[in-house]
């Protein structure tokens, strides 16, 4: 079955590979699964055959036969559970990688998200750079716990696994902050999973779409 996914016609990233259909290309080239892309628009994610497939108009879903998801974070962990290469193979494994998914999406990114939003959408409030500060202090207090557990070590848990992916795309967006920079082992982790064959090939197919909506 033809696995179908959607991704934005004109990223607001700008090919920087920070939207979310990235975290699922990067996962179905992890597992070495061929995978077709529907462009969207916000327009037509709007539109009711979108929302079918995504209750609140977002990007990405994923299609397999009879099976619709919706969340990256799901469709990252179904692929991980489906296909190998994503989970460890040990029960205990299993559970500390999805652990680790589950802490990339809810503890860490919640405030870089945040963080990012704010530099696009709060600039003229009065209370920009407080709100900018205390976001910040967030992000580092995250990153302080995060860098501790890393010590020395190439990934999170043993062997690179969707928790290192989810991890690496939550951090990716820190890139224009410098804040990563303050955090050198975090910098070289996240450039060890960027310089991943599968990471590349999801960067590319994903960035070409941008160019050819730019070409256009």
Not at 48 to 55: K, V
Not at 121 to 135: F, K, T
Not at 139 to 150: E, G, K, P, V
């Amino acid at each position: 079955m033809t696995i179908t996914i959607t991704a934005f016609e004109r990223s607001p990233d700008r090919g920087r590979g920070l939207a979310r259909d990235m975290r699922v290309r990067w996962a179905l080239e992890e597992a070495g699964q061929p995978y077709e892309v529907r462009l969207v628009t916000f327009e037509t994610m709007k539109e009711p055959a979108h929302l079918a497939r995504q209750p609140f108009g977002q990007i990405p879903t994923y299609e397999e036969g009879d099976l619709t998801l919706f969340e990256s974070g799901a469709i990252v962990l179904h692929i991980a559970e489906r296909h190998g290469g994503l989970l460890p193979g040990d029960a205990d494994g299993r559970a500390r990688a999805i652990a680790w998914m589950f802490a990339a999406l809810n503890t860490v990114e919640t405030p870089i998200f945040e963080h990012s939003l704010a530099r696009i959408l709060e600039r003229d409030e009065p209370w920009y750079e407080q709100r900018l500060r205390a976001l910040e202090g967030s992000i580092r207090r995250r990153l302080d716990s995060l860098a501790a557990h890393l010590g020395d070590a190439d990934w999170l848990d043993g062997a690179f696994s969707a928790g290192d992916l989810l991890m690496v795309s939550v951090l990716l967006r820190l890139k224009s902050s410098n804040i990563l920079d303050d955090y050198p082992s975090l910098a070289a982790y996240v450039a060890r999973a960027e310089a991943r064959p599968a990471y590349q090939r999801a960067f590319a197919a994903q960035l070409a779409v941008f160019q050819a909506a730019s070409a256009g």
